[in-house]
């Protein structure tokens, strides 16, 4: 099992959940985040001061797939939150030891 | 410390109280003559055959007053939007209080002496008779006829109360426009205590001088300020300039190489819902110092604020593209705030034309002076400064150069001369003056007393917690994601 972690620009979070939701991925967790890549941050104007905001607004998405899945859900990923533009995001693989319902106790590719 | 606070809230609580005390031991008097029987003048030739019940100028005249009023007690809204939206998320609970608490000191402390010391009856620099609106009154009499302790307002025959509340709510707008200046960094209390100060002594005097039959109303060319450009906005803007420079700017808006950095407002809907909320006040506060229901004046001046108005957000918007490459909302809506303080003084007076080129130069001086003061590192979170002080000072310049002839009045540019700039000139440096020295002083007494500042923690915390113990928005919900 793997964990699937990916930093989008937050736009295209509906697009990508919908294109998981379709590759048979049926969880996720999402969470807001900020940070910066190579994009770096950008400036803003206020009041004739500038000021550079370091942090741009993200979404992490992630979702624990078995291994035959995680070719497939990257793919998917790659293609629905590439806009071909600095700051598309990246995805991170993590290996998952185990996974437990709660619900049912039920443990490993069963509780996925 | 907390012993010390709850002496100070117990002292505040009972100097409010006092005229309770005063109040219940009054006889009971008479009820002011109404109406109709005091507005015949003595010398009527012969009794009208059938009177009607009650006069239709008399009603109207009245009803414009108090529904001018009361848009001029809506601006309270206004500036609070406005305030808070330009300041942090962290201090709004602060700002939000300030701006409530600033009119209900003010309607106190301008009922027990304020509107005593600015339209009683006494020297030509301060009011003294009429505590409470206490002594013989016999509005809506106008003129000679009346006879009473407020000869300065004889001029409009509306009753005492409807006068009282029309000056009142124009009080609570001066002491309010002092909040915006010294934002994020007052102690509350000190505030509260110098709104008081606003009311008792800073605003009565030096408005008696003006609208109370003081010394600059009767120069030989008498100074002119229609609905208050130094009345109301340069009195409040003189008193936040000492207090914010009292203050010092707030933590990390300057560099120590002098740089200036943005410290963004927290939402620009809140400031510009009360842009729009001031503005529509103002159609109340200009036309409605006519305190009469002219239909002749009340519509030039209507148009003369709407376009001042607008033509300060235009012109503010623009010279932020051209100067600063973008165009800032904040300054667009400073830039409105700019035209309509400039035509405030002028507004009975010039032609829409005029009106125009007021609100020009407004919304142009506006942009140029928030980048003054950030200059000399006068911290003003909001623009008061450069919207009501700088402004305040043009408008009240404007009497000078664009009065048409109408009712009288004759500017520069209208074949006037320059008598009536010269009186405007000594208006606005006498009030200057004055509102600078007595500003300062309380000020000073209210800091080695009380304090001025809050601690750098707590500043940096913000002062909603540390103030008031409590968040504007304690249930963080995030924005959800948008499908393109």
């Not at chain 2, 667009?332 to 009975?348: D, F, K, R, Y």
Request: charged share 15%; with cysteine; aromatic share 10%.
């Amino acid at each position: 099992m793997k964990k699937i972690e990916a930093i989008i620009k937050p736009f295209k979070l509906d697009d990508v959940k919908d294109a998981l939701n379709e590759a048979g991925i049926h969880g996720m967790t999402v969470t807001e985040v900020k940070g910066f890549g190579r994009q770096k941050g950008h400036t803003e104007l206020y009041r004739g001061a500038e000021y550079v905001v370091e942090f741009l607004p993200k979404i992490k998405i992630e979702a624990i797939v078995s291994d035959e899945d995680v070719e497939k859900v990257i793919e998917t990923i790659l293609k629905t939150a590439r806009t071909g533009n600095i700051g598309d995001g990246k995805i991170f693989v993590y290996d998952i030891k185990d996974v437990i319902r709660i619900r049912t106790g039920e443990r490993g590719k069963e509780a996925i | 410390m907390e012993k010390m606070k709850r002496m100070v809230s117990v002292l505040l609580l009972m100097f409010m109280l006092l005229p309770v005390s005063v109040v219940l031991s009054e006889e009971p008097k008479a009820p002011a003559p109404a109406g109709q029987e005091a507005v015949a003048p003595a010398a009527a030739p012969a009794p009208a055959p059938a009177a009607p019940a009650w006069d239709a100028k008399f009603a109207a005249d009245t009803v414009w007053v108090l529904v001018t009023a009361f848009l001029v007690f809506f601006m309270n809204l206004g500036f609070a939007m406005v305030e808070s939206g330009l300041c942090r998320s962290k201090n709004a609970v602060n700002i939000l209080s300030k701006n409530v608490i600033v009119f209900c000191v003010t309607v106190v402390f301008f009922w027990l002496v304020g509107f005593a010391i600015m339209f009683g009856n006494g020297s030509p620099y301060f009011g003294a008779t009429g505590w409470m609106l206490a002594g013989a009154d016999n509005s809506p009499a106008t003129g000679d006829a009346y006879k009473g302790i407020f000869a300065s307002l004889n001029w409009t025959g509306v009753p005492l109360y409807a006068k009282f509340i029309f000056q009142l709510v124009f009080a609570g707008t001066a002491a309010t426009i002092v909040s915006g200046a010294v934002a994020e960094r007052i102690k509350y209390f000190s505030f509260f205590v110098f709104s008081a100060a606003m009311a008792v002594i800073i605003y009565p005097i030096a408005g008696h001088w003006i609208w109370g039959g003081g010394w600059l109303a009767t120069l030989k060319t008498p100074f002119l300020d229609f609905a208050g450009s130094t009345v109301v906005h340069s009195i409040g803007g003189w008193a936040a300039l000492t207090g914010a420079i009292l203050l010092g700017p707030r933590i990390g808006k300057y560099t120590a190489d002098g740089k200036v950095n943005a410290i963004p407002g927290h939402n620009m809907g809140m400031a510009t819902l009360g842009m729009f909320v001031l503005w529509f006040g103002w159609f109340g506060f200009n036309p409605g110092s006519t305190m009469a229901a002219d239909p002749d004046a009340i519509s030039r001046i209507a148009i003369n604020t709407c376009i001042a108005g607008a033509v300060g957000g235009v012109a503010a918007t623009f010279v932020a593209y051209m100067s600063l490459g973008k165009p800032d909302l904040s300054m667009a809506l400073n830039g409105i705030l700019a035209g309509l303080v400039a035509i405030t003084a002028s507004c009975n007076w010039v032609t829409p034309g005029a009106s125009f080129i007021i609100g020009l130069v407004g919304g142009v001086l506006v942009v140029y002076a928030v980048l003054f003061f950030d200059k000399i590192k006068v911290d003003d979170p909001v623009g008061a400064l450069s919207v009501h002080l700088v402004n305040g000072v043009w408008g009240t310049l404007c009497v000078g150069l664009f009065a048409a002839d109408i009712g009288g009045v004759k500017g520069l540019f209208y074949g006037g001369g320059t008598a009536q700039l010269i009186s405007q000139i000594i208006g606005i440096v006498s009030v200057g003056v004055f509102v600078v020295v007595v500003s300062l002083i309380s000020w000073l007494v209210i800091k080695a007393i009380m304090g001025l500042r809050v601690e750098k923690d707590e500043e940096r915390q913000g002062l909603d917690i540390g103030e008031h113990g409590m968040e504007a928005y304690p249930d963080f919900v995030g924005a959800s994601s948008k499908r393109t």
